[in-house]
């Protein structure tokens, strides 16, 4: 709450105070629906934390709901979820490891030796 939560109210209040044209957006996340009951979820789908962070998230929503609704000011947040996809670059980890289970079937599947997998340094 400290972290997630909290600092909304003062960011919300200085953007009254200070610049109340101004645009504000805050990172949900997809978290805040805990265990889901439909797929796709949209904006209808209940909150259900399951977590101090998800409730914390949750609780910035609201938060912001209420700025949006009371004071008039663009304020929004927006549900993130991890993702991937072919455009993602090797870098990532998941992509890195993706790309190298496909690359084992093929070798795997051509009768060729099996280059292995090298993630470095998993600590940091």
């Known amino acids: 709450m400290e972290t997630n939560t909290l600092p909304i109210i003062d960011i919300l209040e200085?953007?009254?105070?200070?610049?109340?044209?101004?645009?504000?957006?805050?990172?949900?996340?997809?978290?805040?629906?805990g265990n889901i009951i439909y797929?796709?979820?949209?904006?209808?789908?209940?909150?259900?934390?399951l977590s101090p962070y998800a409730a914390?998230?949750?609780?910035?929503?609201?938060?912001?709901?209420?700025?949006?609704?009371?004071?008039?000011?663009?304020?929004i947040q927006g549900w993130l979820f991890n993702?991937?996809?072919?455009r993602r670059n090797e870098k990532f980890v998941t992509r890195k490891i993706t790309k190298k289970i496909a690359d084992i079937?093929?070798?795997?599947k051509n009768n060729i030796?099996?280059?292995p997998l090298e993630l470095g340094n998993i600590l940091f």
């Open 14 to 33: 200085a953007i009254i105070k200070v610049c109340p044209k101004c645009k504000f957006y805050n990172a949900g996340s997809s978290e805040e629906f």
């Open 39 to 49: 797929t796709p979820q949209d904006e209808h789908h209940p909150l259900k934390p």
């Open 56 to 75: 914390s998230k949750v609780g910035a929503r609201q938060i912001i709901n209420v700025y949006r609704e009371t004071y008039k000011i663009y304020a």
């Open 83 to 86: 993702h991937e996809g072919t």
């Open 105 to 108: 079937y093929s070798s795997l």
């Open 113 to 115: 030796a099996i280059i």
